[in-house]
């Protein structure tokens, strides 16, 4: 039997990426976004296979997240692996000091509420499967957060809080699940370049090119998948609560 990957955000960007590279290594892929329509995510699935369905799902309303997980188990019977990738960013960017409560609730819904949610719901149908002694079941959680982690942006300020957040609730997951041998990482993503990173892919580009990474491109949604790829694998097991930086170097103190 396939093994069952869920990814969210999957319609394009980092989130399709990484479809595309389970596609590759033989999972089952179950694409979720909250748009109805994902033709050009589809057609990018369809050159690889057919293993793959799309379910339009809004993660920040709790009737959705059930309603998708009521379909999951109901058409699967397993999650092997939960990857987190569904984010959004301000719609406007705005320093900190004129920032809105509405631009602060819609950022965290979807990036730091949602994944926190996504993260309990999987874990506990993931404990009951566990029980069944499925065939070459060992599930696993990946988070998608970001270098806004730990980075400062002064002019959007409620993603780097939600990103902040989606570190300690990987570290909490991991803590908790342990207990099941349930591993759960994450992954933070440096300049990736994706529908989201377009509006300031000039600046973006000329930050590279005068050293703010000592990779000096922008990364790729591939660049992501495969870490994710190595994740999955079961060779970071033991290591739960790891964290990957998909980011060029940016991590590094350099003088």
Do not use: W
């Amino acid at each position: 039997m396939k093994k069952i990957a869920v990814v969210t955000g999957a319609r394009r960007g980092i989130g399709l990426g990484i479809s595309k590279e389970l596609l590759k290594k033989g999972y089952y892929v179950v694409m979720v976004a909250r748009s109805e329509e994902a033709d050009d995510a589809k057609a990018e699935m369809f050159k690889i296979n057919q293993d793959f369905c799309y379910i339009p799902c809004d993660i920040s309303s709790n009737k959705d997240r059930e309603k998708f997980f009521e379909t999951i188990v109901n058409s699967f019977e397993r999650i092997d692996l939960l990857v987190n990738d569904a984010g959004v960013a301000p719609k406007v960017r705005l320093d900190i000091l004129e920032t809105t409560e509405e631009s602060y609730d819609y950022v965290m819904d979807t990036n730091a509420r949602s994944t926190f949610f996504m993260c309990q719901s999987c874990s506990k149908l993931m404990i009951q499967m566990l029980q069944k002694n499925l065939e070459d079941f060992q599930p696993r959680i990946i988070n998608i957060s970001s270098m806004s982690a730990y980075t400062s942006s002064v002019n959007r300020g409620e993603y780097c809080i939600s990103k902040a957040a989606i570190s300690m609730t990987t570290k909490l997951f991991a803590d908790r699940l342990s207990e099941y041998n349930i591993p759960v990482f994450e992954i933070r993503p440096g300049i990736i370049e994706t529908d989201m990173t377009s509006k300031v892919h000039e600046k973006y580009e000329d930050l590279i090119k005068n050293g703010l990474t000592p990779t000096k491109r922008f990364g790729q949604p591939e660049d992501v998948a495969k870490c994710v790829i190595a994740m999955a694998s079961g060779l970071f097991d033991f290591s739960t609560g790891q964290v990957v930086n998909a980011d060029g170097g940016f991590h590094i103190r350099r003088l």
